[in-house]
């Protein structure tokens, strides 16, 4: 089944759940953004009938009836809530511990693209949309990744974007691509897509994103592939290493991760000595001089970051750069100032 018939299955699910009335095929069309986009009323009930068809073929319950008791020419539909509910699981202490981890990245349950117009839609038609029983269909995942919802979006839309991004060998440039999706291997997200620039398919980390992402085109102003496998793409992709040394300091007793590796990394990193015994970072302690292959320079920085003060990157620039960038973030996600409490006029408190 293609993408795009999925989603309109998956976008005609939610509009007949989203009501507990009988809808209409015109409600469903003014609902639907792909039966809207029909041209004429013989498309629409070719492709309303076979999506019918699909749905009780993969065990939907689709109902029809009407709200009428004198009435009977007016079809609606309707979705056999308490058939389509999966029915009560007992899990063992196993089984809960897998879907505690799972919790981490998919935190939360909501709508978002065309199923939240057709939502919209719906109320536009005088139909009480009941959001209460759509919990579960489309979970949003939550990342660190600051590039991470921009580019979602924009693959969603199929709208070109542009960003600098950081090779594994430091070198930063511009890039102009159409991203086709997101995916995540080895806890790490990445972008598949078209690289303009190129002229040829490319898979880009988004920890090496060093920019706000920006739209550069409309939307739907590219196809996806349909045989298109993320996973197979980044799995095939270079698998470089940066071959350059870091310099750091680190503060005198601190970093033992970071003196092992570079005791063990061969000769490519030589022991740790001391630095200086003056206030080299203004702070009264030693610090030691250590250098360490970087091997994959995102990978590090995050390591680095997370010794906070104690370790200072002296080169190369870029590396040193990105452990700001990260520190900066960090700390102003810690001094945000919190959201004010602002008071209605009946009382009650609102967030502001």
């Known amino acids: 089944m293609s993408a795009r018939r999925t989603e309109r299955l998956l976008n ?9 009335r009988w809808l209409t095929k015109e409600q469903i069309r003014a609902a639907v953004p792909q039966y809207a986009a029909c041209e004429t009323s013989e498309a629409f009930d070719r492709m309303f009938e076979r999506d019918k068809e699909n ?4 065990g939907v319950p689709l109902l029809t009836g009407s709200d009428s008791s004198w009435f009977e020419d007016e ?29 981490r990245v998919w935190q939360r349950a909501s709508l978002a693209g065309p199923a939240a117009r057709a939502l919209v839609k719906l109320s536009a038609l005088g139909v009480d949309p009941d959001e209460g029983s759509l919990v579960g269909l489309e979970p949003r995942v939550r990342t660190a990744e600051p590039a991470f919802e921009p580019l979602y979006a924009a693959t969603r839309d199929r709208a070109p974007v542009t960003f600098r991004y950081r090779k594994p060998d430091g070198e930063v440039a511009e890039r102009h691509v159409e991203p086709w999706a997101v995916a995540s291997r080895g806890g790490r997200w990445y972008v598949v897509g078209r690289d303009r620039d190129r002229a040829a398919a490319r898979v880009f980390r988004m920890s090496r994103i060093e920019s ?29 290493a940066d071959e ?22 061969g000769g490519s990193a030589g022991p740790t000595v001391p630095a200086s015994p003056d206030d080299r970072h203004g702070s009264g302690d030693r610090w030691d001089e250590i ?25 190369p620039p870029d590396l040193r750069d990105h ?3 990260l520190l900066r973030e960090a700390l102003a996600t810690q ?17 502001s």
């Not at 063992?92 to 505690?100: H, Y």
């Not at 992402?213 to 698998?239: K, V």
């Not at 350059?244 to 990394?265: D, I, K, P, Q, T």
């Not at 001094?335 to 967030?351: D, F, I, K, L, N």
């Open 291 to 315: 250098r360490l292959p970087i091997g994959d320079s995102g990978i590090l920085a995050e390591e680095l970051a997370g010794y906070g003060p104690d370790v200072v990157v002296l080169e």
């Open 335 to 351: 001094t945000a100032p919190p959201r004010r409490a602002a008071a209605t006029h009946s009382g009650a408190v609102t967030a």
């Open 244 to 265: 350059r040394e870091a310099v750091l300091h680190v503060r005198s007793g601190r970093g033992a991760r970071l003196r092992r590796r570079a005791a063990v990394s």
């Open 12 to 20: 005609l699910v939610i509009c007949l759940l989203a009501t507990r």
């Open 75 to 103: 079809v609606g539909y309707l979705i056999d809530r308490d058939a389509y509910a999966l029915p009560e699981l007992e899990l063992d202490a196993a089984e809960l511990a897998v879907l505690g981890l799972a919790s």
């Open 212 to 240: 706000e992402i920006h739209r550069i085109g409309p939307q739907g102003s590219y196809d996806i592939p349909e045989n298109l496998d993320p996973s197979e793409m980044i799995g095939a992709g270079p698998t470089r």
């Open 323 to 325: 452990v700001v960038r």
């Open 55 to 58: 749905l009780r073929e993969l």
